[in-house]
């Protein structure tokens, strides 16, 4: 079951063309967007408010799927 608050690691590098997950993990901590890390590194536990907020002005034209 999904949870449509916390965004997934592909969703992550769908969104940020990364494919790298250490250069998403940097990426995450410049801009201060609390994740955790699960097995294997995985990244996980951001929430779409925190990225939403940390990007806000960076791209104005950042279109989320739920057209928000």
Do not use: I, Q
């Given at each position: 079951m999904s949870n449509p608050h916390i965004m997934?690691?592909?969703?992550l590098f769908q969104d940020t063309g990364?494919?790298?997950r250490v250069k998403l993990q940097r990426w995450?901590?410049?801009r201060h967007i609390?994740?955790?890390t699960g097995r294997g590194g995985r990244i996980c536990g951001v929430t779409v408010q925190s990225?939403?907020?940390a990007?806000?002005?960076e791209d104005p034209d950042?279109?989320?799927?739920?057209g928000a």
């Open positions: 997934t690691e592909e969703d990364f494919s790298s995450l901590d410049e609390p994740y955790h990225y939403r907020a990007n806000d002005d950042l279109v989320f799927a739920d």
